[in-house]
């Protein structure tokens, strides 16, 4: 069977480390104030630590990303979001990276009722903001409504 | 999972995304100088779990 990695708790996160003695930072930003939520909510992310060059395939650290999101709502009912950074032009490929982790790894969760959403925002300079929002099912229209209540002006919903 | 697709015009709420967005490339620098545990800035790190 599969086994994730453990993690460690360090300053400013956590992190783990890999057979191939690769380490990975993780982190969660409270960004409720934001958002002006009643619930707490949370910037998502992770990254490997100074390493150049070829990344071996090791399929525990997918699962160890996805396990620590089913950790997280395990023991809360707070939301997370999970935005990929754009600067180099990956953000769609990190994207289909992440799906395929969720996708694989979802069987091993302990919490039930875990999902997510995505939200393409686009606006006028044609660029878009790809917003994943994770949740425990119950709180699937709360998390939606914190995206959506900040948007007090117009806005579309094109499909 | 459900997808949506959302034309905005509302330039707040692009700049809160922005926002999340920014601070991810600014820590993913950091990760990456393998300085990440030395942040010092206004970003509020958490630790739920």
């Known amino acids: ?159 | 999972m459900k997808t949506k697709v959302i034309n905005i015009r509302n330039t707040e709420f692009i700049k809160k995304i922005q926002k999340i967005v920014d601070e991810k490339e600014f820590i993913y620098q950091k990760i990456k100088e393998g300085k990440f545990k030395e942040i010092k800035s206004d970003i509020k790190f958490a630790r739920p779990l």
């Open chain 1, 1 to 159: 069977m599969l086994v994730p990695y453990n993690i460690s708790v360090v300053d400013n996160g956590y992190e783990f480390t890999t057979k191939n003695n690769l380490t990975y930072s993780v982190y969660f930003i409270d960004i409720t104030e934001t958002f002006q939520s009643q619930v707490k909510v949370y910037s998502f992310g992770f990254g490997l630590v100074n390493h150049a060059g070829e990344i071996p395939p090791d399929e525990r650290v997918g699962h160890t990303v996805t396990k620590i999101l089913d950790d997280f709502f395990c023991v809360n009912d707070d939301i997370i979001l999970y935005v990929p950074m754009e600067s180099d032009g990956k953000e769609k490929e990190r994207l289909r990276l992440f799906d395929i982790w969720w996708a694989t790894y979802k069987k091993y969760f302990v919490c039930e009722n875990l999902d997510k959403d995505r939200i393409e925002f686009r606006y006028e300079s044609n660029k878009d903001f790809i917003v994943t929002i994770f949740f425990k099912e119950p709180q699937r229209q709360p998390a939606l409504e914190i995206l959506y209540g900040s948007l007090p002006e117009i806005w579309d919903e094109s499909k």
